[in-house]
Structures are given as structure tokens and as C-alpha cells.
């Protein structure tokens, strides 16, 4: 693979037939070949945010951006683990740029949406992710994060009719942090509990 070809595709075919060790090493071979390719460097962010590898997720997210500022996938990607990493207004201030895209784009209505979770403003906060999920025909998954998102609030704002003894609360919190609990999910969650 030369430097100047576009190793996505030969990436995307390789990283189909690996498992999570091999996917790694791929793709942080693929970064050092094609250090400035932000489309690279957002693959190997995401894999590490996969494998729970923070810190290194944080670097490569900024290295994309430092390579394409208007990458806004990835700046939005950033902003979602400095929340998760309880640290909002870094969070934030990464998302600012995100306010001079158009007024229906969905990252720009998903931050605002996060803004409005901030506030505590949770029925405004969820029309707002119903409405960056309408216009978010390119990212799939970003609407499948959003739509569990989505879930977990309206499930909030549901009252609670069920009378609660310590072993229904114990039975409940242990169905939510189950060991097969989806990552992304908790992800989620967990950055929803981080604004607060």
C-alpha cells in the first residue's frame, strides 16, 4: 500500500475478517503509514474508544482534527468522551464549532440537545434528538447512540407507579449494569450522569 493510495477501502476489506486485537494493530500500522489522514485516524479512535482505551481515543480524535477541523463527525466523537470522562466543559468547548453549521444539522441539534440535558431540560432535549435523527441520513450508527439516548430519557420521565423496596431498587440496578450491557448504552449513560 503506497502512501499517496486512499487506504480506506483496503482498510474497511481488512477490518472485516479481524477480531478487536488484530483490528488495533491494522490500524495503528495503517496511522503511522498515513499520518495526516484524518479518515485513518478517525478509524483508530474509534477502535480505541472500543477497546476503553481513553486516553489514546482522545489523542487520535485530536489528531484527526488537527489534520481536518471540519471533520465534524469527530469533533462531535471527542465532545461524547470528554462528557463520558466527566468533563463538560471541555466537552462543550470542543462542540462549539458545531453552532456555525446549518441550523438542521444533526450534530449541531445533538449538542443542542446536550445542552438542554445540561439544563436539565429533558423533554427539550429529546425533541431535539428526534429531530437530529430525522436529518441524520449519513451515520447510521451516530442515530442507533441517540436512539438508546433517546430511550433512556423518555424512560426517565416516566413516573414511577411500581412501589420501591431496597431489593426492587437492588433487582433494577442490577439489570442496568449487567457484565453483556451494550457499550454503548453505558457510554451513553454515562455521559448523561456526567453532566449533573
Known amino acids: 500500500m503506497r502512501a499517496e493510495q486512499n487506504p480506506i477501502p483496503t482498510l474497511l476489506h481488512e477490518l472485516a475478517a479481524c477480531d478487536a486485537t488484530t483490528a ?84 449541531r441539534l445533538f449538542k443542542q440537545a446536550f445542552e438542554r440535558l445540561r439544563q436539565n431540560e429533558i423533554h427539550a432535549a429529546c425533541a431535539l434528538l428526534r429531530e437530529g435523527m430525522t436529518h441524520n441520513a449519513e451515520n447510521p450508527p451516530l442515530n442507533r447512540d441517540m436512539q438508546m439516548l433517546l430511550e433512556k430519557l423518555e424512560l426517565s420521565l416516566q413516573p414511577e407507579t411500581a412501589v420501591h423496596t431496597p431489593a426492587s431498587d437492588a433487582n433494577s440496578e442490577a439489570k442496568t449494569v449487567t457484565p453483556d450491557s451494550d457499550l454503548s448504552a453505558h457510554f451513553l449513560l454515562s455521559t448523561y450522569k456526567n453532566l449533573h
Not at 38 to 61: G, I, N
Not at 85 to 107: I, M, V
Open 24 to 107: 488495533l494493530a491494522v490500524l495503528e500500522t495503517a496511522a503511522e503509514r498515513h499520518p495526516h489522514n484524518p479518515h485513518v485516524l478517525l478509524l483508530l479512535a474509534a477502535q480505541y474508544m472500543q477497546s476503553q482505551d481513553v486516553d489514546r481515543a482522545e489523542a487520535a480524535y485530536l489528531a484527526v482534527l488537527y489534520a481536518a477541523p471540519d471533520l465534524h463527525v469527530a469533533r462531535f466523537q471527542l465532545g461524547l468522551l470528554q462528557l463520558t470522562s466527566a468533563r463538560p466543559a471541555t466537552a462543550f468547548a470542543t462542540w462549539a464549532p458545531l453552532d456555525l453549521l446549518e441550523k438542521n444539522h444533526p450534530l
